[in-house]
């Protein structure tokens, strides 16, 4: 539940050190569906940003549904004063998930909000019992790492299917905790590093120019 204080909503707190904002908290039934055209959902955005009380953040991660709607706008321009450190972008390898991902990347340059990296996800998965691996999704066209290239944009990280992933969120617990060994928690480690890193240079260049 999200509770309303004198500093206004209290995000929920799954962990210690990781407070969450959802319009799900909200409603009576998480079967509830909602129906909401664009000016009430911008009004909702703007809500989660001004009116949750976050506290001292290192870092605000808004989750974004696929495409260049209403949502991406809306976030692009509240937060246009806080200059945003960047979008990471998720793709999977096969090429009908890349053409929609090009045309994020094109909205991107176009708004002009830096594009921290692309994330190749379900990329490969290696059999638990005899370790060979397969292409669930084959990239046909290169995978992200060709679209990467031609696009002159940083691919940060590919991260292999593994059913424990989907099993780990399912329950709530997390999954670099609850699979320390695999290759998938490597990768998503490596891909936390390389953001992070960007982040603390964009943060250095930002205390530069103040």
């Not at 780990?168 to 490596?190: H, V």
């Amino acid at each position: 539940q999200v509770h309303q204080s004198g500093s206004g909503w209290s995000p929920v707190y799954v962990e210690e050190n990781l407070g969450v904002m959802s319009v799900g908290f909200l409603l009576s039934s998480p079967d509830d569906a909602v129906i909401w055209r664009g000016p009430k959902k911008n009004g909702l955005i703007k809500q989660f940003l001004r009116d949750v009380d976050w506290g001292e953040i290192d870092y605000l991660i808004v989750d974004t549904p696929p495409g260049t709607s209403d949502e991406h706008l809306a976030i692009v321009q509240y937060l246009g004063a806080m200059r945003i450190a960047g979008a990471v972008i998720v793709t999977t390898p096969q090429e009908v998930s890349l053409q929609d991902v090009r045309k994020e990347i094109s909205f991107c340059r176009k708004v002009k909000l830096p594009i921290i990296g692309v994330v190749e996800n379900m990329s490969g998965f290696v059999c638990p019992k005899c370790q060979n691996e397969s292409q669930i999704f084959p990239p046909t066209t290169g995978g992200a790492e060709k679209m990467c290239q031609n696009l002159n944009v940083s691919l940060l990280g590919k991260v292999p299917l593994d059913p424990r992933i989907g099993k780990s969120c399912d329950s709530g617990q997390s999954f670099l905790a609850e699979a320390p060994d695999s290759a998938a928690t490597s990768s998503y480690r490596s891909i936390i590093q390389r953001i992070q890193e960007y982040c603390d240079q964009h943060h250095l260049q930002e205390e530069k120019i103040i």
